[in-house]
């Protein structure tokens, strides 16, 4: 099987289910013998990008990072599938371009939502003033302003969600099988 690259970044605030929703697309994928590759924003930060803070700068640089490791593997026909807050319009674009094949799924849930999922206990240490800078409380997240998808997390459900990527992949060719 002949397959097209492409990254599909899944952005959105802590806790509203990137990871959830692409790791439910990875399954679906495997199973039908499609070559992919997972880029975790948290797994990325205790590895490739190390030492990078929170600030503007750093999460730039961040996103720069896994933006240029998803093109490299676009380019050679991976499906890479990113699971990052990116929390700034403006790099995001410039990752967008630079990547060429990318799709934006803008996982979306209100604050209240994802404070009251909370499984990792970061919102509560933000609220505290434990964590500075933290996205959505005392860090800005710039919400997409045209998103190729839209998943609203807390009214659809994982299936819905990870069934809407998955037609949006198949509708543009760059799956098959869905």
């Not at 899944?10 to 997972?38: D, P």
């Not at 803008?106 to 604050?111: D, K």
């Amino acid at each position: 099987m002949q397959q097209r690259g492409v990254t599909v970044w899944f952005t959105g605030l802590s806790g509203a289910g990137k990871t959830t929703i692409s790791q439910g697309v990875e399954k679906e994928l495997r199973s039908h013998g499609y070559q992919l590759e997972i880029l975790d924003g948290d797994i990325v930060r205790q590895n490739l990008t190390k030492g990078l803070g929170f600030s503007k700068e750093d999460r730039d640089e961040n996103i720069r990072r896994i933006g240029f490791v998803s093109h490299l593997l676009t380019r050679n026909g991976v499906i890479v599938l990113v699971s990052a807050i990116a929390p700034y319009r403006e790099i995001r674009e410039e990752v967008r371009h630079r990547i060429g094949d990318f799709v934006q799924v803008y996982v979306n849930a209100p604050l209240e939502v994802c404070e009251e999922r909370d499984v990792k206990g970061l919102y509560k240490k933000a609220r505290a003033g434990e964590i500075k800078n933290f996205t959505g409380i005392d860090d800005p997240y710039e919400a997409p302003l045209n998103p190729d998808i839209v998943c609203s997390t807390k009214d659809e459900t994982e299936a819905e969600s990870i069934a809407k990527v998955l037609q949006y992949l198949k509708d543009k060719g760059y799956i098959t099988t869905a």
